[in-house]
């Protein structure tokens, strides 16, 4: 499968990079992890097809991860064809009413058969018989009564591939999904925890690559030799995802 880190910023844009959105694509179909603005022109620029984009699957529902929402939902509507569906995956209820109203309020071709908005729960969530999607909840996000914020597993091709989503402080909740089982690649935030931290849990994960998104402020351009550098000890690749950058696994 073909990995394009469309966007790799954290919760603010830069100099070099957008809000984070990465698209998967197996054989011919394509699904979108995290939609942050400006995603639509991401997938435009790198020349992606939205035709072919089956689902989106949202971690949690900071802006930085749903502000491309309304754009990639315009393209899916804006020429429709027979068949042509996507599911969205939000994480929470309440959200599809918000993000139902805003597409409306915006004259959009809205509701419409092309796109369905789902609730992402704990456990398996999507399987198309291409690519299956599993959910686990971390600790990013909090409500007293269900997770908010989610990991997710993607499986397709024999390869098995970690999603961490936005991660806590301690980085505690890193997923058990990277811990317990080899992953082919794991695409790892990098914006809410000491890397220093975070190196005992990796050093100890049965990764087969990581890779990099969601990039803070201090790890780019200069910056980017000195996380490498942190986090060298680690006994497989590390690789530090831009926008745009593909990575076959
Ligand atoms: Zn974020
Ligand atoms: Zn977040």
Aim: glycine share 6%; aromatic share 8%; hydrophobic share 40%.
């Amino acid at each position: 499968m073909l990995i394009t880190t469309l966007g790799t910023s954290h919760g603010n844009h830069t100099y070099c990079r957008f809000h984070s959105s990465t698209l998967f694509e197996i054989g011919d179909r394509s699904y979108l992890l995290d939609a942050g603005d400006p995603a639509s022109a991401l997938m435009i620029r790198a020349r992606k097809d939205f035709d072919s984009l089956k689902a989106i699957f949202i971690t949690h529902m900071h802006e930085d991860h749903v502000s491309g929402l309304p754009g990639m939902i315009k393209a899916l509507l804006k020429y429709p064809k027979d068949g042509k569906h996507t599911d969205v995956f939000l994480t929470e209820a309440s959200a599809a009413p918000a993000l139902d109203a805003w597409l409306k309020a915006q004259h959009l071709a809205w509701p419409s058969d092309a796109v369905t908005l789902q609730t992402t729960r704990p456990g398996d969530i999507f399987d198309d018989a291409v690519l299956t999607v599993a959910a686990e909840p971390t600790q990013h996000m909090k409500h007293p009564d269900f997770p908010i914020s989610f990991a997710y597993v993607l499986k397709a091709e024999g390869k098995r591939i970690v999603y961490t989503g936005d991660l806590s402080g301690d980085f505690s909740d890193f997923p058990r999904a990277a811990q317990d089982e080899p992953c082919d690649a794991c695409i790892c935030e990098a914006t809410h925890y000491e890397p220093e931290l975070a190196l005992p849990t990796l050093m100890q994960s049965p990764i087969r690559r990581l890779i990099l998104t969601h990039i803070h402020d201090p790890w780019h351009g200069e910056g980017e030799q000195e996380l490498t550098e942190i986090l060298s000890g680690l006994p497989y690749p590390v690789e530090i995802a831009h926008d745009g950058d593909e990575f076959e696994v």
